[in-house]
């Protein structure tokens, strides 16, 4: 993903406005602990639950709650015939050592699967890679500890960080998802990032247009990651 300067500037009002693990990752937990325990249930038993740990991308900064990409990808997968439901574990600023501080209760170990988007917010505040490496590295190992199926998606760093520090980054997340045996997605924000007419006016951020193809793109990813099966009628998105 290759940012200016203008939307480093941007982007860079997306930080915490909390510490990690504070109360309102506390809080947005709390909901997503409510909003999965209304899925289980007897009649239930064979829905699949996923989960996005990510940062504002994910929470859908900017967008009404049915656009954000998790509630997408939801719509998309459900109406392919496959009985899913996407929590939005997703907290604007988050970088991965929020993501890691907050894992516990955003996260719900009923979950099947996690899809784990974060990075963004660690580049743009010029994160060493190690300390990167070790929180993915920490989310993924705690993840398959429980049981759980977990998936990467990745994201791209910005060259004016220097080639260096964007080699490092770029390759970070295959290099992880190996090290795990997680599938990885590669670019998050594939087929969006940098379009103008599928962002926001902060040219980072997707649109509800832009949220949609991620979540287009990440349907099929996400089946063959988790071993989905069809169980439900298939029906327009």
Excluded: C
């Excluded at 829905?47 to 954000?68: F, K, N, P």
Aim: aromatic share 4%; proline share 5%; hydrophobic share 50%.
């Amino acid at each position: 993903m290759r940012l200016g300067k203008m939307q480093l500037k941007a982007m860079a009002t997306d930080r915490p406005r909390r510490a990690s693990g504070g109360l309102a990752a506390r809080l947005a937990a709390a909901a997503v602990w409510l909003i999965a325990g209304l899925v289980v249930s007897p009649g239930a038993a064979a829905q699949t639950m996923l989960v996005m740990l990510g940062d504002s991308v994910t929470a859908g900064y900017g967008l009404a709650t049915r656009d954000a990409i998790p509630t997408r990808l939801e719509a998309r997968l459900r109406a392919a015939g496959y009985d899913v439901r996407v929590i939005n574990a997703g907290v604007s600023g988050d970088t991965t050592a929020g993501g890691l501080a907050r894992l516990d209760w955003s996260v719900p170990r009923t979950a099947d699967g996690v899809i784990v988007a974060l990075g963004a917010n660690d580049m743009l505040q010029g994160q060493p890679i190690a300390t990167t490496r070790g929180n993915l590295s920490e989310i993924l190992r705690r993840l398959r500890a429980r049981g759980q199926m977990t998936a990467l998606a990745g994201m791209r760093a910005n060259p004016g960080l220097g080639r260096a520090y964007q080699t490092a980054f770029d390759g970070l997340f295959a290099s992880l998802a190996k090290a795990h045996g997680a599938p990885l997605y590669p670019f998050l924000l594939d087929g969006v990032a940098l379009d103008p007419r599928l962002n926001q006016a902060d040219g980072i951020h997707p649109n509800a247009a832009g949220a949609e193809i991620v979540a287009a793109r990440l349907a099929p990813f996400a089946v063959r990651a988790f071993a989905l099966k069809k169980t439900l009628p298939v029906r327009a998105p």
